[in-house]
């Protein structure tokens, strides 16, 4: 969700992905830690501007497709679809989050009578 990524993810998105695996690895020493401890620590990558996925991202997502069709009997295009929806929805939920976050506060509006807020404020 950084402005000046938003050419660049139209452009070239899986250079966006590597940039963002490579920073989650990185971002206090992630990585080694979850080495250390035993863990393995692979990123999961959603592009936000453009809707990309890593390739990471969507083998897992496929996986877990497949395990659901064979315990539940549906199709697994179904359940993947069904699972990108809900992940898209998710991640554009999260983004709008993330705006608002950045967003300056709104300050109240002034009435004609000239106070902000109107009557009710004094309540």
């Known amino acids: 969700m ?20 490579s920073i989650k690895r990185d971002f206090l020493d992630t990585a080694r830690l979850c080495k250390e401890a035993g863990f393995v620590f692979a990123p999961l990558i959603l592009e936000g501007h453009g809707g990309s996925w890593s390739p990471a991202t969507r083998r897992l997502l496929d996986w877990i497709a497949g395990q659901a069709a064979g315990i539940s009997g549906d199709a697994r295009g179904e359940i993947a679809l069904r699972i990108a929806q809900r992940m898209s929805c ?11 976050r950045r967003s300056p506060p709104i300050l109240p509006q002034a009435t004609p009578s000239g106070w902000a807020g109107g009557p009710d404020a004094w309540q």
Do not use: D, G, S, W
């Open 2 to 21: 950084q402005a000046n990524r938003f050419r660049e993810a139209a452009i070239a998105p899986e250079l966006v992905l590597e940039r963002a695996k």
């Open 90 to 100: 998710t991640l554009h939920r999260e983004n709008a989050r993330a705006v608002l």
